[in-house]
């Protein structure tokens, strides 16, 4: 499942290095993000500073789950962990506590991403190592030319659906464009133009 971020109010508990990894994430995906936490991290700092995120210069209080959609739980303290997450299963907010699978609602996959383009990866917090590796591997098969592909492929598809077709006409040319061969014609021309250029 992907979640649409964008705007919705989330909440850090904790602003060590792991934290600051989950708030730069939660940026990109143009979260609104709150986090609590008595010291920060550099970057973390640099980002209240200038207004990306709302700090709180505390410690952990229930009410900071107040009409969150997701909450991030990264300290160093099992005991506060648990209490996140009790309270944020009360309130109905969605709750990762780092590195602690039994007390996660949803986990960070690795991601793989070209354009609109990602590919997640997840071993439901069994083995983050593993799900790394196999973002390498997957980052070299899939190369930034999909980011363009991408881009293409959806230019084709509003196209086929401002005709009058028949439905499964529309299907099988919808998957013709997206094949392996089209790809292949798709990197040929893309390569001829930048040579011609």
């Given at each position: 499942?992907f979640l649409?971020?964008?705007?919705r109010p989330c909440?850090v508990v904790?602003?060590?290095?792991?934290?600051?990894?989950?708030i730069?994430?939660?940026?990109?995906?143009?979260a609104?993000?709150?986090?609590?936490?008595?010291?920060?991290?550099?970057?973390?700092?640099s980002?209240?500073?200038?207004?990306?995120?709302?700090?709180?210069?505390?410690?952990?209080?229930h009410?900071?789950?107040?009409g969150?959609?997701?909450v991030?739980?990264?300290?160093s303290?099992?005991?506060l962990?648990?209490?996140?997450f009790e309270?944020?299963?009360?309130?109905?907010?969605?709750?990762n506590i780092?590195d602690?699978?039994?007390?996660c609602?949803?986990?960070?996959?690795?991601v793989?991403?070209?354009g609109?383009l990602?590919i997640?990866?997840s071993t439901a917090g069994?083995?983050?190592a593993?799900a790394q590796?196999l973002r390498?591997?997957?980052?070299g098969q899939?190369?930034?030319?999909?980011?363009k592909?991408?881009?293409?492929?959806?230019?084709?598809?509003k196209?086929?659906?401002?005709?009058?077709?028949?439905?499964?006409?529309?299907?099988?040319l919808?998957?013709?464009?997206?094949?392996?061969?089209?790809?292949?014609?798709?990197?040929r021309?893309r390569?001829?133009?930048k040579?011609?250029?």
């Amino acid at each position: 499942m992907f979640l649409k971020l964008a705007a919705r109010p989330c909440l850090v508990v904790g602003a060590g290095n792991i934290a600051e990894s989950k708030i730069a994430s939660l940026l990109e995906a143009d979260a609104r993000v709150r986090v609590v936490a008595p010291e920060v991290t550099e970057q973390v700092l640099s980002w209240a500073q200038s207004k990306k995120i709302d700090w709180h210069q505390r410690t952990f209080q229930h009410n900071d789950l107040e009409g969150m959609f997701l909450v991030v739980g990264a300290t160093s303290s099992r005991e506060l962990h648990e209490q996140i997450f009790e309270e944020a299963s009360q309130r109905g907010v969605l709750c990762n506590i780092v590195d602690v699978p039994e007390l996660c609602d949803f986990y960070y996959p690795a991601v793989v991403q070209r354009g609109a383009l990602q590919i997640a990866i997840s071993t439901a917090g069994l083995s983050p190592a593993l799900a790394q590796r196999l973002r390498k591997e997957l980052e070299g098969q899939f190369g930034p030319e999909y980011e363009k592909w991408l881009e293409h492929l959806g230019e084709a598809r509003k196209k086929l659906f401002s005709e009058t077709l028949d439905p499964e006409k529309r299907k099988q040319l919808l998957h013709e464009q997206a094949s392996e061969e089209a790809l292949d014609t798709f990197r040929r021309n893309r390569a001829r133009s930048k040579g011609s250029a």
